[in-house]
C-alpha cells in the first residue's frame, strides 16, 4: 500500500536580530570640553552599570548609570535601534553634576560586550559639549540568535517533527 502525503508550508520569513537586552558592566571615559567655565573641561572614568531591559525587534531602550566617586553619578537613557549586524545608534539623554544634555550613539554589540561612543552637548548648566566611550559585558550572556519560528500543524492524530538536513534544509516528517 502506498500513501502519498502532499504538504504545503507556508513559510514567512522573519529577519533576526540580536537580543540586545540585559544588565551590563564595565566603565566609560567622558571627555568634556567647551563649557563656559572652562574648569569644567575634563575628562572622566565612571564605573559603568546598563540595563536594556526593552526590545521590541530592531528598537530597544534602557538606562545607564556612570559613577564617577560616591555621590557622583551620571544618569543616561538610550533608545533607538540595532541591525541584524550587531551596529546599533540612536539617542541619549542624561543628568549629571547640575546639567541635562542630550546627544546621539553609535556602537556595536559582539557577543556579550557591548561599545558605544556617544557624542553630545549639555541643554542646561554649564552647557559643555562631550563625547563618551562605553566598553560593557552582558552579565545574563544572553547572545544566541532566534533565526525563525514555525508552528507545524498535527494531521489528524499525527504530530509533526521536523528533521534537519546536513544541507540545513527542513524537511516535514510525521511522527
Not at 4 to 9: A, E, G, R
Not at 60 to 79: C, D, H, N, Q, R
Request: charged content about 15%; glycine content about 12%.
Amino acid at each position: 500500500m502506498l500513501f502519498l502525503f502532499v504538504f504545503t508550508l507556508n513559510v514567512q520569513i522573519a529577519f533576526a536580530f540580536q537580543d540586545i537586552r540585559g544588565e551590563y558592566s564595565g566603565t566609560y571615559s567622558m571627555v568634556v570640553s567647551n563649557c563656559m567655565d572652562s574648569s569644567d573641561n575634563v575628562t572622566y572614568n565612571l564605573d559603568l552599570e546598563m540595563n536594556i531591559s526593552n526590545q521590541d525587534g530592531n528598537t530597544f531602550s534602557g538606562t545607564a548609570t556612570g559613577t564617577y566617586k560616591p555621590g557622583a553619578v551620571e544618569y543616561i537613557t538610550l533608545s533607538d535601534s540595532i541591525a541584524q549586524s550587531g551596529q546599533i545608534s540612536g539617542d541619549t539623554s542624561h543628568t549629571f553634576s547640575g546639567t541635562t544634555g542630550e546627544g546621539t550613539f553609535t556602537g556595536q554589540l559582539s557577543g556579550d560586550t557591548l561599545s558605544i561612543e556617544n557624542l553630545g552637548r549639555d541643554t542646561y548648566g554649564d552647557t559643555c559639549t562631550y563625547i563618551r566611550y562605553m566598553s560593557a559585558t552582558r552579565e545574563s550572556g544572553n547572545s544566541g540568535l532566534v533565526k525563525w519560528v514555525y508552528d507545524l500543524p498535527r494531521f489528524g492524530d499525527r504530530e509533526s517533527r521536523p528533521a534537519i538536513g546536513t544541507d540545513g534544509t527542513v524537511y516535514p516528517n510525521l511522527a
